[in-house]
């Protein structure tokens, strides 16, 4: 069984950081790609950061400078590392992987001004 556990979520005040994970089981995540999505409340779910298997990365223009995916491969396990957060970054952050699409059950970031 394929599962995605997301943890690392909280509040925080504007210009703090924070260290989302995201634990896989069933599924190699060195081997494909990962996924970093957030939805805030009314808005559509976007993608903040992914990381292939390759390693090469990807940012939302939104968050580029301040957010840094890594990939801890003898930990199965995929991190983002939000620093300088704003409240614009309050969301719920999901993991994804590809290959099967799966996604984790979220964690909820709050930012406060």
């Known amino acids: 069984q394929v599962q995605l556990v997301e943890s690392g979520g909280g509040v925080v005040q504007a210009g703090g950081s924070l260290r989302l994970s995201c634990a896989a089981s069933?599924?190699?995540?060195?081997?494909?790609?990962a996924t970093w999505y957030r939805q805030a409340p009314g808005k559509p779910r976007e993608l903040v950061a992914r990381v292939s298997s390759g390693g090469s990365r990807l940012y939302a223009d939104s968050v580029r400078g301040r957010f840094t995916i890594s990939r801890d491969n003898a930990k199965n396990t995929v991190y983002l590392q939000m620093n300088s957060l704003k409240p614009e970054d309050t969301a719920v952050y999901y993991c994804?992987?590809?290959?099967?699409?799966?996604w984790g059950q979220g964690t909820q970031v709050t930012v406060s001004s």
């Open positions: 994804n992987a590809q290959r099967p699409p799966t």
């Open positions: 069933g599924i190699t995540f060195s081997i494909q790609t």
